[in-house]
């Protein structure tokens, strides 16, 4: 019985020696885990990777809700790099694996000896992968970056905010997850090619390079305008109307549904739903373009009707009629929210520090979303992983933790 | 030669049956024909999919920017799903095809005939995703939805924009492409195991769902506060300072540069930038806590020196010293850049109807991207897959296309 969540093995088999820390490394190597890959992470005896104690998590708990979010499904070994002993023994682990990736600071993992090169040399069929701030050859590929930096310098947050406010910040951790996503795409690629080349691959990723993927259908706009693609609220980006937020009862700072009505059938449909009958095929407002030009009139019709809905009432009513519609949902109330639970998406992680609900893989196999293992605890398949990958004994073992290097 | 771009055969000899439209399903498809699958999509003969047409493009061109940007390297193929010998010559394409995958709307591929059920009793090992706005089980599983709605409900919209302001649309359009990249994760996994068992798998994902992988940190901020993530303008959502934008000159709408300095050489290092070395270990400002505490003094600190310098100086400068910072680019800097050219991460598109630079796929194969080749025309490989997928001849082809079928 595995409840809501199914144990996938479509990875079986695959090891991955997994060097990264907080999200954007971690996101892409959970993505690998989920799919049933070994994915055993190299951390620090003293505290682990950053991301374990870098934000807060529950009483009594060593690690952080973060840890648990971007770990799942993963297994925990320590090593000592600063050791020789211990970056040898991360070599010794390189051989065995089908995938190494890291997301340490620029020339880090090479100062190490650990780099590509290095790395090659002792197995060449691996598939070797980095994951930066910026692109080599990029005039900042030395400069450190976090998630907010590559989104700054990647495009999203100029076509985020009100046309007449400042560059505003996406709240999803896109320059993390989303870069995480397309080295997990191009790691699985290679793998693929290596079942049948037997070679393997150096795959590079900059955050920067990688917001540019997400925000095509603003090159699209500019192409269109030959301008920079603008900010434009909760709007579409297209002259649309209606389109966009509007306010729900009773008021509060997330309750508005998005109501989108272009195409000709959706706005006789929403006609119908306002109680405006009369309007359906009067050429005032037949077209998108002449609903654009009579925006304020058509968003004031909409609104006098969502106004005196609530949210739920108001996405429920449109959404049925056939017209796009949905309510702005805040985190607290998609956590709460049975249905995520019922279908796997939300799973609970039976974590030692107690449980801890938490969104899973978001794809369905056969019907139901991948099953959710919680994140490691540090260095708790140490003794497995060194047995299993490298053969070595409990008297090896307790030598290298003796000496500290694991 | 390649220029800048390689050309890819990680998923040499895997074929995609493609029926999607728009931008989820697309993106996906886009990323498995970066990496070398033969993608192949299957069109209205009258107009192709609505994505060409739904936008502005080229003079002269049928089909629009957006279709460009998301149809690179795949193949087209018309056919009149209306038709019954239309359908059924679908039916023959799925029996040779390793992955199906549609994004229409829900319930129509089932009407079609051409649901995973009948598809799967034809070829048992195909690989069939399906990408809704809402998923199987949902109250709102019959519901229409677009990448705002998604974005609405998906949790995306509520924590975006200002402190005291409504909820903002992220400007990247994460409910289509991020969507997207969760099935392409997904449908690589599936075929990485078919290799190995022969059997094949039923794909689903929500565009809601899928939404709710990349808030995981606003997930995190509300367990560890007990109430729902807000919003946080352009700040990094953590108690830290210096962490924002700052302004910078001549003050233009995107003249700004991100700074983030909370580990304590970050902002030793920053002092130094600022010529105020005499900060240096001052107990007042030693803790991103403290700092905190003194913010708007904290930040005008910052700002005094950002506005004095353009944004591109501003970011060169204390990028240099080793702390996180970036400027604020819009499309048409990031579009000019020749330094994205250069490393394939731009790369031009010869499209019969002229040049078009667009992104390319931003991960690096051994060094370079992969190589961009230029959308399809509609029905540009009728001939060719007919002929090499089902062994149709001329004359075939000459009555299918008489007929209107294709």
Not at 61 to 77: L, M, R, W
Not at 247 to 269: E, I, L, T
Request: charge should be negative.
């Amino acid at each position: 019985m595995d409840g809501n969540g199914a144990p996938l093995r479509c990875l079986f088999g695959v090891r991955v020696l997994d060097l990264t820390q907080f999200e954007a490394g971690p996101s892409c190597t959970e993505a690998l885990a989920w799919l049933g890959a070994e994915v055993v992470k190299v951390e620090n005896p003293k505290g682990g990777e950053p991301g374990r104690t870098s934000f807060a998590g529950p009483p009594n708990s060593p690690d952080s809700y973060y840890f648990f979010e971007f770990n799942a499904n993963k297994k925990s070994v320590t090593i000592d790099l600063k050791s020789e002993r211990g970056r040898a023994l991360v070599k010794e682990l390189a051989k065995k694996a089908d995938v190494m990736i890291e997301n340490m600071a620029p020339g880090t993992i090479e100062r190490l000896g650990l780099g590509y090169e290095a790395i090659r040399a002792l197995n060449p069929g691996i598939v070797y992968a980095q994951v930066k701030g910026f692109g080599e050859g990029s005039p900042y590929e030395h400069n450190l970056a976090f998630d907010m930096i590559a989104q700054a310098c990647g495009g999203t947050m100029s076509i985020t905010g009100e046309p007449d406010g400042p560059p505003i910040k996406p709240g999803p951790s896109l320059g993390d997850t989303g870069t995480g996503m397309l080295m997990a795409i191009s790691i699985l690629g290679a793998l693929y090619e290596r079942r049948a080349t037997g070679q393997g691959r150096r795959l590079q990723v900059a955050m920067q390079d990688a917001m540019l993927h997400y925000i095509r259908f603003a090159f699209q706009t500019q192409a269109a305008t030959g301008k920079p693609a603008g900010r434009v609220g909760s709007k579409s980006g297209s002259t649309v109307a209606p389109s966009g937020l509007y306010p729900c009862a009773p008021g509060g700072p997330n309750d508005y549904v998005y109501v989108f009505a272009r195409q000709r059938d959706h706005w006789d449909r929403l006609l119908k739903v306002l109680g405006r009958e009369d309007l359906i095929g009067d050429p005032r407002y037949a077209t998108p373009a002449a609903r654009a030009e009579r925006e304020a009139e058509v968003n004031a019709m909409v609104a006098d009707w969502t106004k005196r809905r609530d949210k739920h009432e108001a996405m429920r009513v449109i959404g049925a009629a056939g017209v796009p519609a949905g309510a702005v949902l805040d985190t607290m109330e998609l956590m709460n929210e049975p249905n995520f639970e019922e279908r796997g998406i939300l799973q609970v992680a039976e974590h030692p520090s107690g449980p801890f609900k938490m969104p899973s893989w978001p794809v369905r196999f056969d019907g139901k979303p991948p099953l959710l293992r919680p994140a490691p605890l540090l260095g708790q398949h140490k003794e497995e992983v060194l047995s299993e990958w490298l053969g070595l004994g409990a008297a090896d073992i307790a030598d290298l933790e003796r000496d500290g290097v694991i």
